[in-house]
């Protein structure tokens, strides 16, 4: 979320952590957060690594396909350093690292930035980033909190053997119906930017 003057504005970074994935995987991610209400407002980083040979050319296809629809279409192209795990949590950490520094150029507030993590597979809702900016506002201290929403993993539950669905069944469920009061985040989360950099990323 972003902010100007004293008219709240939501900007949402959605982070899709992509390395070698198939552009139809991909695409269907991007369309549906096309299909949001908040699209105008929505910045989307596509979380690379650099030694993905085919990301330049994915996002470019995919910004000529959907980049008005945005506020922002941006594409992060994370080096592996010495010492880093290779993966989706070190090119997320980049790409938030880097709407950090977009956010201060750009005289964003990063308390009133809401990023969004997502999975490269992830369909959203058209409604999501309300229901996220909603639970923010009647969040005390807000500011400061995860927001985590259930996950559903049915779409290509069929292709997997017994075993792997037993388990996602399961896993889904319980997202739901745990009663827990805290629960780790899986998959699909926001926090605030401000936050983000006060627990120096991940």
Not at 45 to 65: H, M, Q, T
Not at 106 to 128: E, Q
Not at 150 to 165: A, G, H
Request: aromatic share 14%.
């Amino acid at each position: 979320m972003g902010y100007n003057t004293d008219i709240f504005e939501p900007s949402w970074p959605s982070f899709n952590p992509i390395f070698v994935q198939p552009i139809e995987v991909l695409e269907a991610t991007v369309s549906s957060l096309a299909e949001s209400t908040l699209a105008h407002a929505t910045i989307v980083i596509l979380a690379c690594e650099d030694r993905d040979p085919n990301a330049r050319d994915v996002f470019g296809i995919l910004e000529g396909r959907y980049g008005n629809y945005f506020r922002d279409f941006i594409m992060t192209s994370h080096v592996l350093m010495p010492g880093e795990i290779a993966g989706c949590s070190s090119n997320e950490n980049y790409a938030a690292r880097s709407m950090y520094k977009y956010a201060l150029k750009t005289g964003l507030d990063p308390f009133r930035v809401m990023l969004t993590i997502c999975d490269a597979d992830s369909l959203f809702d058209k409604c999501y980033l309300e229901h996220v900016e909603a639970e923010f506002w009647s969040t005390p201290g807000g500011e400061r909190a995860l927001y985590d929403a259930p996950i559903n993993t049915y779409r290509n539950l069929n292709e997997c053997n017994f075993l792997v669905q037993a388990c996602e069944i399961s896993r889904c469920q319980d997202g739901l119906f745990n009663g827990l009061e805290f629960r780790p985040a899986q998959s699909n989360y926001s926090l605030t930017l401000g936050f983000a950099n006060e627990i120096d990323f991940w």
